[in-house]
């Protein structure tokens, strides 16, 4: 292991880190970082970061934005917290007003929750408490899509695909359904996700159609399935699934809490597709990387459902400590006034524009390039070891990681999901800042393939 500082030998001494092989941080350990600024990490050594990621896709405008920095300490000397049974604030209030104002039409009521996960699995449980109130007992199951990810606490794996999340926990899960999802670059039919007629769809349509009356919702996140590697699929399955979930008293839950909030291109990810879920989650940029809540959206329909006499059993009985918190509204509310304020979503359109044409210059006629796609500030580059066939590198050579740790040293935090390289950068970066972005990945590409010959 190379020399630690005292920092980093007290974090391995005691920390347990997420989403890692702690044997890997005998030759990574952990940066520690002591201080940030708009787009960049700085670590006790002094060395910067370009966060290219905006920290797990949260941080929308900058580390230590001054608008939101201001509005935390005014609501800290104000109110901290409150319980939220019984109890209610000015920052709740607001924000619910505000958001009302931005979500699809026919989002009219909220609940308040404080992590993406907690959401979704409030979602699926409103969901099915829904179908037991109102006579349909025979709704239980639930659909999801081949490569989903909603979160990792136990519910929400159940509607998770993705392997290397849940395949240790397969006893404890309750499985969903799993339809083969949109994956546009193997795409059986030949088809361009921005000109097809989401013929994809079928697998879906099938099992709505065989198992419509056990089925109390589909769950997806519209427009790009986020862990999966990016994947950017056509409105058109969004619409078809709409008309059918519709048809079948199934409810449609939008999982909006990567997607939203101007991410791609629009202010939530279902508007691509001009229609409105039954449920939506929101999370991640809603509090723009300070504070860690969620809100779940639902419609009239679903809220007259649990309305009623104490007495008869119908509440919903599910709360967290810190939902609602007033801080964490605070910061929502403060982060709806600039997207209004600074027309934030002509920002990502501009910005977005600049992204996709340096991407494609640069990464176009890569050899090791199958593919650059893009949706609003979302760049993904699928690498590949032949661009011909799409072979994919082996997953044992940990081609992504290894990039990673390269573009660490040139000053670029870049995490690859397996061999997808992307670029969800903070609004605020300018086309300098995406120019340098890109070289890095360039570069870091390069040398990986240079060192395997």
């Not at 006893?171 to 000109?195: H, M, Q, R, T, V």
């Not at 419509?212 to 699929?233: D, L, N, S, T």
């Not at 070891?385 to 044992?396: A, I, R, W």
């Amino acid at each position: 292991m190379k020399e630690l500082t005292e920092l980093q030998q007290k974090d391995l001494q005691y920390i347990f880190h997420p989403c890692s092989q702690m044997k890997d941080y005998e030759n990574l350990p952990p940066m520690v970082i002591k201080k940030a600024k708009g787009i960049y990490l700085e670590d006790e050594l002094g060395n910067r970061y370009m966060d290219c990621v905006s920290s797990w896709w949260v941080n929308l405008f900058g580390h230590c934005n001054d608008r939101i920095n201001k509005v935390i300490w005014e609501q800290i000397n104000n109110l901290e917290h409150v319980l939220f049974v019984n109890f209610s604030h000015e920052p709740a209030i607001e924000l619910v007003e505000r958001l009302h104002k931005v979500v699809p039409k026919g989002i009219d009521k909220f609940l308040f929750a404080d992590n993406g996960s907690s959401s979704i699995e409030m979602a699926l449980k409103l969901s099915f408490q829904y179908h037991q109130q109102t006579g349909a007992k025979e709704k239980k199951k639930f659909i999801s899509l081949a490569n989903a990810y909603h979160g990792e606490t136990i519910g929400a794996l159940g509607v998770g695909d993705v392997d290397i999340f849940t395949s240790t926990y397969r006893p404890l899960i309750k499985e969903g359904i799993k339809a083969k999802g949109p994956d546009c670059f193997y795409c059986p039919f030949k088809k361009n996700f921005d000109c097809c007629e989401a013929e994809c769809f079928s697998d879906m349509e099938n099992i709505i159609e065989n198992n419509h009356k056990e089925i109390a919702a589909v769950i997806i996140e519209p427009m790009v399935q986020g862990a999966a590697g990016m994947k950017i699929y056509s409105p058109k399955y969004i619409k078809k699934l709409r008309e059918i979930t519709k048809k079948y008293n199934i409810h449609l839950i939008a999982d909006e809490i990567a997607m939203g909030f101007g991410r791609t291109g629009k202010m939530f990810a279902m508007e691509h597709a001009r229609v409105s879920p039954d449920i939506m989650c929101m999370a991640k940029g809603l509090s723009a990387g300070y504070y860690p809540m969620s809100i779940i959206g639902i419609t009239n329909e679903i809220y007259d459902a649990f309305y009623c006499d104490y007495l008869e059993g119908k509440s919903f009985l599910h709360s967290h400590t810190y939902s609602g918190n007033p801080i964490g509204c605070r910061i929502a509310v403060e982060v709806l006034k600039i997207f209004e304020e600074e027309k934030i979503l002509d920002v990502v359109a501009k910005k977005g524009e600049y992204l996709r044409k340096k991407a494609t210059e640069l990464f176009a006629n890569h050899p090791n390039v199958g593919e650059y796609r893009q949706i609003g500030l979302i760049g993904a580059l699928e690498f590949v070891k032949d661009k011909d066939t799409k072979e994919l590198f082996d997953s044992k050579e940990r081609a992504g990681y290894e990039i990673y740790k390269i573009a660490l040293k040139k000053g670029a935090l870049l995490r690859p999901l397996g061999n997808i390289i992307y670029f969800m950068p903070p609004y605020i970066i300018t086309e300098e800042e995406i120019d340098r972005m890109l070289t890095i990945c360039k570069e870091s590409i390069d040398e990986y393939l240079a060192n395997k010959l």
